[in-house]
C-alpha cells in the first residue's frame, strides 16, 4: 500500500466526487479511478458506494480514512521532525489542549517562544484527555495539556500553576441563578449536561453516592456545543469557569460548586519522548515559567530522549 494512494484516498473521501478529487489531484477520473480499483483489490473490501453524482464511503471506507489520516499524519509529522533536526530552532510544534484555563498560561508561554524563535510554528488539536493521550501515544503530539491527574508510568509531566473551577452555567433566568453558588442538593432532580471526562473524575468527590442518581439530559467532551444546548432550554451544565461566555448580553450565568471543586491541570510528554528544537524550547520554556517538572526526573528537553 503506497502512502501517494492513500493521500489519493482521502481526496476523495473528503470531496466526496471522483471527479473533483482528480481535478484538485491533477489527475485524469479513469487514472484515479484505477487507482482506487487497485487499493479495493489490495484489500479485499469495498470501500466506495458509487453514485450518481457522489461517492460514500462504506464501513469499510471510513474505517480506513480513520487509519489513514493516522498514518499521513505520523509521516508527514516524521518529515518536518527531520527537517527541523539541523541545529536551528525553528519548525513544528503539535500540542494537545484540553478545554482549560489553564491554556491561558501555556499560550503566554507560547508567545514568548515564537517573539523569541520566529521560524515555530504551533499546531493545536482540541480533546479531552482520552482524546489527546491517544494521539500522543501514536507520536501525532510532542506536547498535550490535560485537566486531570496524570498516568505517571506513561508520562512525564508538568504541573501548571492554575486550577480550574467547576462550576454550572445556567440560564440567567433560572431560579438556581439567584444563588452565589451551588450545591448537589440543589442539583438533584436538575436535568444536567455534563462533561463525561468530569463523571469519572471529577463528579464522585462532590456528588458522591449521588451521582448515580443525577438526571443526566446530555453528555459531552468539548463545552461550546454543551452551551448551546442550555441556551436551547435542555439543562444546566457543569464546566470549568471561564470557558463559555457569561457576561451581558449572554443570557448565561456561571455559579460555581459548593464545597469547591478544581481539577488540576498538566502538560504531559510520553517517556522516552524525542523532541524536535521547536519543542525543546517549547518545553525548557515552560518550565522556567512554572518550576521543575515531575519527580520522575525527566532531563533537560532537547533533540533526544526525554
Same mark, same amino acid.
Given at each position: 500500500?503506497? /502512502?501517494?494512494?492513500?493521500?489519493?484516498?482521502?481526496?476523495?473521501?473528503?470531496?466526496?466526487?471522483?471527479? !473533483?478529487?482528480? &481535478?484538485?489531484?491533477?489527475?485524469?477520473?479513469?487514472?484515479?479511478?484505477?487507482?482506487?480499483?487497485?487499493?479495493? *483489490?489490495?484489500?479485499?473490501?469495498?470501500?466506495?458506494?458509487?453514485?450518481?453524482?457522489?461517492?460514500?464511503?462504506?464501513?469499510?471506507?471510513?474505517? /480506513?480514512?480513520?487509519?489513514?489520516?493516522?498514518?499521513?499524519?505520523?509521516?508527514?509529522?516524521?518529515?518536518?521532525?527531520? !527537517?527541523?533536526?539541523?541545529?536551528?530552532?525553528?519548525?513544528?510544534?503539535?500540542?494537545?489542549?484540553?478545554?482549560?484555563?489553564?491554556?491561558?498560561?501555556?499560550?503566554?508561554?507560547?508567545?514568548?517562544?515564537?517573539?523569541?524563535?520566529?521560524?515555530?510554528?504551533?499546531?493545536?488539536?482540541?480533546?479531552?484527555?482520552?482524546?489527546?493521550?491517544?494521539?500522543? *501515544?501514536?507520536? /501525532?503530539?510532542? /506536547?498535550?495539556?490535560?485537566?486531570?491527574?496524570?498516568?505517571?508510568?506513561?508520562?512525564?509531566?508538568?504541573?501548571?500553576?492554575?486550577?480550574?473551577?467547576?462550576?454550572?452555567?445556567?440560564?440567567?433566568?433560572?431560579? #438556581?441563578?439567584?444563588?452565589?453558588?451551588?450545591?448537589?442538593? *440543589?442539583?438533584?432532580?436538575?436535568?444536567?449536561?455534563?462533561? !463525561?471526562?468530569?463523571?469519572?473524575?471529577?463528579?464522585?468527590?462532590?456528588?458522591?453516592?449521588? &451521582?448515580?442518581? #443525577?438526571?443526566?439530559?446530555?453528555?459531552?467532551?468539548?463545552?461550546?456545543?454543551?452551551?448551546?444546548?442550555?441556551?436551547?432550554?435542555?439543562?444546566?451544565?457543569?464546566?470549568?469557569?471561564?470557558?463559555?461566555?457569561?457576561?451581558?448580553?449572554? =443570557?448565561?450565568?456561571?455559579?460555581?460548586?459548593?464545597?469547591?471543586?478544581?481539577?488540576?491541570?498538566?502538560?504531559?510528554?510520553?517517556?522516552?519522548?524525542?523532541?524536535?528544537?521547536?519543542?525543546?524550547?517549547?518545553?525548557?520554556?515552560?518550565?522556567?515559567?512554572? =518550576?521543575?517538572?515531575?519527580?520522575?526526573?525527566?532531563?533537560?528537553?532537547?533533540?533526544?530522549?526525554?
Amino acid at each position: 500500500m503506497e /502512502l501517494r494512494t492513500l493521500r489519493y484516498f482521502l481526496e476523495i473521501a473528503r470531496e466526496g466526487n471522483m471527479t !473533483r478529487a482528480a &481535478q484538485r489531484l491533477y489527475l485524469s477520473q479513469p487514472a484515479l479511478s484505477r487507482q482506487m480499483k487497485g487499493l479495493e *483489490d489490495e484489500l479485499g473490501r469495498t470501500l466506495f458506494i458509487r453514485h450518481s453524482f457522489h461517492i460514500e464511503l462504506t464501513q469499510e471506507g471510513m474505517l /480506513l480514512r480513520k487509519r489513514a489520516e493516522d498514518i499521513l499524519g505520523m509521516v508527514d509529522k516524521t518529515k518536518a521532525e527531520f !527537517r527541523d533536526l539541523d541545529g536551528t530552532v525553528g519548525g513544528e510544534v503539535f500540542l494537545g489542549c484540553a478545554e482549560s484555563e489553564g491554556m491561558k498560561r501555556v499560550a503566554q508561554v507560547m508567545a514568548q517562544v515564537k517573539a523569541a524563535h520566529p521560524g515555530v510554528r504551533f499546531h493545536l488539536k482540541s480533546g479531552n484527555t482520552e482524546d489527546l493521550t491517544g494521539d500522543l *501515544d501514536k507520536g /501525532l503530539l510532542d /506536547l498535550a495539556v490535560i485537566a486531570q491527574p496524570v498516568e505517571q508510568a506513561k508520562y512525564h509531566f508538568l504541573p501548571i500553576p492554575l486550577a480550574d473551577v467547576w462550576g454550572a452555567v445556567l440560564p440567567r433566568e433560572h431560579p #438556581l441563578a439567584r444563588k452565589r453558588r451551588l450545591t448537589a442538593r *440543589d442539583l438533584e432532580g436538575e436535568a444536567l449536561i455534563v462533561s !463525561r471526562q468530569g463523571m469519572l473524575q471529577d463528579y464522585p468527590k462532590l456528588f458522591g453516592e449521588r &451521582q448515580e442518581k #443525577l438526571n443526566i439530559a446530555a453528555t459531552f467532551n468539548l463545552p461550546y456545543n454543551g452551551s448551546v444546548l442550555v441556551r436551547a432550554g435542555l439543562g444546566i451544565m457543569l464546566c470549568f469557569e471561564g470557558l463559555i461566555d457569561t457576561g451581558e448580553g449572554s =443570557g448565561l450565568c456561571f455559579r460555581p460548586l459548593w464545597p469547591r471543586l478544581e481539577s488540576e491541570g498538566n502538560v504531559i510528554w510520553k517517556k522516552r519522548q524525542v523532541f524536535t528544537p521547536a519543542a525543546s524550547a517549547l518545553l525548557e520554556a515552560l518550565k522556567t515559567s512554572f =518550576g521543575p517538572a515531575d519527580s520522575a526526573g525527566a532531563p533537560p528537553a532537547r533533540p533526544g530522549e526525554v
